[in-house]
């Protein structure tokens, strides 16, 4: 059960990363941050990463390690089962 809610929100953080880098302004100011106008600088216009660039670092760090747990927890999911079949016993 908390397996699966894990996988949800992994998948969820995953569909609102891709929804930042969409929505993020390219250095060729084209892209759906384009249209916004002005973007919202977290140490002032001149310098600083802005406020999309900084959750996109979060959420990706986010995605890397949380998928690395999905798949250790998943392993020992599937070595604590106690009855698994072996090719000889699925063939007969």
Request: hydrophobic content about 50%; proline content about 1%; cysteine-free.
């Amino acid at each position: 059960m908390i397996f699966g809610l894990l996988v949800s929100v992994y998948v969820f953080a995953a569909l609102l990363l891709i929804l930042l880098v969409m929505i993020q302004k390219s250095k060729g100011s084209t892209g759906l941050g384009a249209l916004g106008g002005h973007t919202q600088m977290i140490f002032g216009a001149s310098g600083g990463q802005d406020i999309f660039q900084k959750a996109t670092w979060t959420l990706g760090v986010f995605i890397m390690t949380s998928s690395l747990l999905l798949s250790l927890m998943n392993v020992r999911y599937v070595h604590s089962v106690r009855y698994l079949p072996t090719s000889s016993q699925t063939q007969q």
